[in-house]
C-alpha cells in the first residue's frame, strides 16, 4: 500500500506554480500552495501595470492545476523538525516535503532618501502604489528611472511612449546584461523616445529628495516622480527559520535543490542558492527551477536518486514600449552574444514571451509533466561554472529522510 505525501509549495510565482502543478502527476501526493496573494503575478508585466498598457494578474484557476489545493496566507517561520510551517493568521500547516519558492522583490535602498522618497517597482502591490502616482503627476513632470537594468529600461521606455519626460539614471553601464550591439540597439530606441540617459562613473545616485536626484558627478536632476529599480531582494524566511543562505538570503542547495540543512526541504527560483552559485533571476530560470524541484520531491519520494541541476539559457527579451523590443540571445552559460532581434520583431517576440509563459504554466496543469525545458542541455555549462567558483558550501549534516 503506498504512504500519501504531503507536499507544501511556499509561493505562487512562476517557479512555484509550476512545481505544484507538476508535482500533482505524483500518485498520492496532496499538494498545497500558500501564497500571501489570491491571483497569480506575472511580474514581468508589471512596467505596464505602471504605464497603463496592461494589467499583470492573471486568475490562479488559470494556471493552477484543479488538483493543487490554494490558501491565500503568509508563512511566518519553517519548523523543519517538526515538519511544518507557521501562518500569519495563526495556526500551521504540517508536511512531508516543503518546496520553497518565495521568489524575489525590491531590494533595500541604502542611498540616502530612497526608502522615503523614491517608489520601488519589484512587486504588484509597489506597482499599484506607483500608478496613481503616475496618473496624477502633470503630462510635462519630470520622471526619474534609476537603474538600467531590464526593468529600468522598460519602465523607462514606457512611460517616454506614453509622452513622459523620462530621464534614465544607469549608475554605470546602459543594460550591464546586453552584448554592446544590442545596447546600442537599445540606446538608439530610447533616444528616440526621447528618455534622456545618463551613464557613467558620473551617473550614480547619492542622494533622493521629494523632488530632486543628486549625482554623483554633483548633478541635481529635478524630479516629480523617482522610481527605483536598483536590484532585487529576496524574503528572509529561510534566515528566520534558522536555514544557511547566502548573503542575500537565497535558500542554499546542492544541485539537486535540496537543502543542505534539510533533505524534506527543496527550492527554486529567485529565493534559491544551489551550490552557492544563484541562477539570474528571471522567470526564464524559476520555471524550469520549479519543474526540477518537483521532479526531485518525486524522485525521493520514490526513493530514487534526484537528477542535478540542467537550466539552460538562451536570451533576455526586453521591451521598449508596445512597438518595439529587443530579443538578446547569449550562450548556455548565459552570456550575451553579438546576435539579436531588435525593432518591431523584437516586440513580437517578447510579447510572444510573455504570452507563453502563463501558457506554459497552464499546460503544465492540464497535463502534469508535460514540461521538459529543464531537460533541454545546458548542463555541462553549469558545471564549468561550478569548477570555477570552488568548492560548494556545506554545513551541518542533513536530517534524515
Known amino acids: 500500500m503506498s504512504k500519501h505525501t504531503d507536499v507544501v509549495v511556499i509561493g505562487g510565482g512562476y517557479a512555484g506554480v509550476m512545481a505544484a502543478n507538476r ?92 526608502a522615503e522618497f523614491a517608489y520601488p517597482i519589484g512587486t504588484f502591490e509597489e506597482a499599484e502604489r506607483l500608478r496613481p502616482v503616475v496618473e496624477a503627476a502633470s503630462a510635462t513632470a519630470a520622471v526619474t528611472v534609476v537603474g538600467a537594468g531590464p526593468t529600468g529600461i522598460e519602465t523607462a521606455a514606457e512611460l517616454a511612449e506614453a509622452g513622459r519626460a523620462v530621464t534614465l539614471v544607469c549608475g554605470g553601464v546602459l543594460g550591464p546584461y546586453l552584448h554592446p550591439r544590442g545596447r546600442r540597439s537599445v540606446a538608439r530606441r530610447l533616444a528616440r523616445l526621447g528618455v534622456t540617459v545618463l551613464d557613467g562613473p558620473d551617473a550614480k545616485v547619492t542622494e ?41 538570503g537565497r535558500l542554499l542547495t546542492d544541485e539537486t535543490l535540496t537543502s543542505v540543512d534539510d533533505a524534506r526541504i527543496i527550492a527554486a527560483g529567485d529565493s534559491a542558492a544551489p551550490s552557492g552559485l544563484p541562477l539570474r533571476m528571471s522567470c526564464q530560470a524559476a520555471m524550469p527551477m520549479g519543474a526540477q524541484a518537483a521532479d526531485t520531491v518525486l524522485s525521493l519520494i520514490a526513493g530514487e536518486q534526484p537528477e542535478t541541476l540542467n537550466n539552460p539559457f538562451a536570451a533576455q527579451c526586453i521591451s521598449l514600449g508596445r512597438g518595439d523590443g529587443i530579443f538578446q540571445f547569449s550562450n548556455r552559460s548565459d552570456a550575451a552574444v553579438w546576435l539579436k532581434v531588435d525593432g518591431r520583431l523584437g516586440a513580437k517576440i517578447k510579447e510572444t514571451v510573455c504570452v507563453g509563459v502563463v501558457k506554459h504554466m497552464a499546460d503544465e496543469a492540464a497535463n502534469p509533466g508535460g514540461y521538459r525545458l529543464h531537460r533541454a542541455g545546458g548542463a555541462g555549462a553549469r558545471q564549468a561554472r561550478l569548477e570555477a567558483a570552488g568548492p560548494a558550501p556545506t554545513s551541518a549534516q542533513r536530517a534524515s529522510a
Open 23 to 114: 508535482l500533482t502527476q505524483g500518485g498520492d501526493v496532496t499538494v498545497t500552495v500558500i501564497n500571501p496573494r489570491p491571483s497569480f503575478v506575472h511580474r514581468i508585466r508589471l512596467h505596464q501595470l505602471v504605464g497603463g498598457t496592461g494589467e499583470a494578474v492573471h486568475d490562479y484557476r488559470e494556471v493552477l492545476g484543479e488538483g493543487v489545493r490554494l490558501v491565500v496566507d503568509t508563512v511566518t517561520r519553517i519548523d523543519a523538525t517538526e515538519r511544518s510551517v507557521a501562518l500569519a493568521s495563526g495556526g500551521t500547516v504540517g508536511y512531508d516535503y516543503l518546496v520553497y519558492a518565495v521568489g524575489s522583490g525590491s531590494a533595500d535602498p541604502s542611498v540616502p532618501g530612497a
Open 208 to 248: 533622493v529628495t521629494r523632488d530632486a536626484v543628486r549625482l554623483s558627478g554633483g548633478r541635481e536632476l529635478p524630479s516629480a516622480v523617482t522610481i527605483w529599480t536598483v536590484g532585487f531582494g529576496v524574503p528572509d524566511l529561510a534566515v528566520r527559520s534558522g536555514l544557511s543562505t547566502d548573503a542575500l
